[in-house]
Structure formats: C-alpha cells, structure tokens
C-alpha cells in the first residue's frame, strides 16, 4: 500500500460546481498538510496548507483534515474554467520536511467544463 | 522577481550518454531538491540538499548523482541514462523550518 493514496482521476465538472478532491494516507505520523496545483507543463505551486484537524479556508478554496480517518480534502466553491489543473496533495512529517521530505500523492487531473 | 530556473528546459539524449540538468535560484533558500515526476506514479525525491555541506539520498536515487556548486545551484546528472529515466524533472527550493516548496518550471527527459 503506498503511504498516499489519490484518485488521479480526470474528474470533470461544470463551471459554478463545487470540487472535491480528496487523499488519504497511511503513516499517522503525518502532520502536516498541503495541496499544490500543476498546470499543464509547470512547477507546482502551494495552493494551501494545514496543521492539525480541521478546516482551513482561503477564498474559494477550503482544505479540511481528519486526522482521526486519515483523509484530507480540498473544496472548491464556484469552479472556474481556469481552476483545471493537476491537484497533488502532499504530506510531511516535520515542519520543513527534515530527512522525510514531502511525500505526494499522484495527483488528481481536474477539469472545469465551461 | 526571485525565482527558480532549470536548464535545459527540453532534453532528448540516448542511452548511455552522460547528461547533467541544471537548477539555479534566486530566493536565497537553503534547501534545494530534486524530483522526477511520472505519469501514474506522481512526484518522487531524487535527492535532497539542506545546505552546501549536506547532500542526501532521497526515495530513488538509483543511477543519479548530484552536486550543490554554491546556495544558490544544485545540478543533477545521469552517469549513463537509460530509458525508464524518462520523466518530467523538477527542481525545488525551501528554507529551513518552512513547509513551503518552491518548484522550477521543470526539464522534460527523453532516453532513446
């Protein structure tokens, strides 16, 4: 079983929809959380990242975590066409990664339909 | 801006040839990290630099090698690429205690 498990999907979904994409993981000494997003043929980039169980919102986007299930989600209100992207969600151990670095899920391909 | 860069940004070599990809920064992080990503398998640590004096295998460093020049550069070089070292490869910076990374625009490899 790989530590971080992740639908690669495509998902594909009508513009306004509300996203959910979700990853859940196997090492409960994760604790800490993010969410990246890859455009096609670029760098990821931090999209959101959390601490603890809970719900994180910025904008749009809200990032929840359970640490109790072992299950991370990333919501997303009023889809845009320009949200369809690669959604990668990562995981670490220690602040800053230490030896462990991040580990990645494989990513979830989104699609908003216009 | 502060920023990332990898060169070649395009690459098709043939097997066994010795090639060397290159990751230069401008945030003044002092971590540096490389990755190669596939499709189906994601994002996988080739190796890991917290600073000029600290390299580290990471998940697949088999037949990969690397070198820290300076801070500010971290290169990665196949001795004699083969095939399945086909993949999307990706630099990436972070400061020590942060949780952030910062990836470059990434190198496409192609072994013939």
């Known amino acids: 079983q790989k530590e971080v498990e992740q639908d690669p999907g495509p998902l594909s979904v009508p513009e306004g929809a509300i996203v959910s994409l979700n990853c859940t993981y196997s090492n409960s000494a994760f604790q800490y959380f993010m969410w990246y997003r890859q455009y096609s043929r670029k760098g990821p980039e931090l999209l959101m990242y959390?601490?603890?169980?809970g719900n994180k919102e910025d904008g749009r986007f809200t990032a929840q975590v359970d640490k109790s299930s072992k299950y991370i989600s990333l919501f997303i209100r009023d889809s845009q066409p320009s949200d369809s992207a690669t959604y990668l969600c990562a995981m670490q151990t220690r602040r800053g990664g230490g030896a462990d670095g991040l580990t990645f899920g494989k990513g979830t391909h989104l699609i908003i339909q216009p | 801006d502060a920023d990332v860069t990898q060169t070649p940004r395009n690459r098709i070599t043939k097997t066994g040839k010795r090639i060397m990809l290159e990751c230069s920064q401008t945030k003044g992080h002092d971590r540096m990290y490389w990755y190669r990503q596939d499709p189906g398998l994601g994002l996988r640590l080739i190796y890991y630099s917290f600073d000029v004096k600290d390299i580290n295998k990471g998940e697949i460093s088999d037949g990969y090698s690397v070198s820290r020049q300076a801070q500010a550069k971290f290169s990665l070089s196949l001795e004699s690429a083969i095939p399945n070292q086909t993949a999307l490869y990706f630099c990436?910076?972070?400061?020590?205690?942060?949780?952030?990374?910062?990836f470059g625009p990434g190198t496409r490899l192609l072994v013939l």
């Open positions: 990436a910076t972070s400061l020590a205690g942060s949780e952030t990374q910062y």
């Open positions: 959390t601490y603890s169980s």
